[in-house]
Nanobody, 124 residues
Framework: QVQLVESGGGLVQAGGSLRLSCTASGRTFSMYAMGWFRQAPGKEREFVAAISWSGGSTYYADSVNGRFTISRDNAKNTVSLQMNSLKPEDTAVYYC?????????????????WGQGSRVTVSS
């Protein structure tokens, strides 16, 4: 069992930056691929970014590619999402997720554990 806790959300103006962090419980964090997803009001949850167990492979949604960076620190059981050049359409609740595989995935149903979410609001 893995418990995930997100932090770092908040309110920011368009063009600004935020850094989300997700801390995982347990001693097997390095065996999990990790992902970030988001859900805007009235919309389905969507893929944002993912990273393999080692950090060697990363994937991004087209909408955030070049603006967001996912990274992980296995020694600290954390995965982070650095968000730059934020846009109002990035407003959403952001969720951290863990997958019991080494390889990262863009697919929501392939993740086994989820955090409770961190709200990000980007004002225009």
């Amino acid at each position: 069992q893995v418990q995930l806790v997100e932090s770092g959300g908040g309110l920011v103006q368009a063009g600004g930056s935020l850094r989300l962090s997700c801390t995982a419980s347990g001693r097997t964090f390095s065996m999990y691929a990790m992902g970030w997803f988001r859900q805007a009001p009235g919309k389905e949850r969507e893929f944002v970014a993912a990273i393999s167990w080692s950090g060697g492979s990363t994937y991004y949604a087209d909408s955030v590619n070049g603006r967001f960076t996912i990274s992980r620190d296995n020694a600290k059981n954390t995965v982070s999402l650095q968000m730059n050049s934020l846009k109002p359409e990035d407003t959403a609740v952001y969720y951290c997720a863990a997958r019991r595989k080494f390889a990262a995935s863009r697919t929501i149903h392939e993740y086994d554990y989820w955090g409770q979410g961190s709200r990000v609001t980007v004002s225009s």
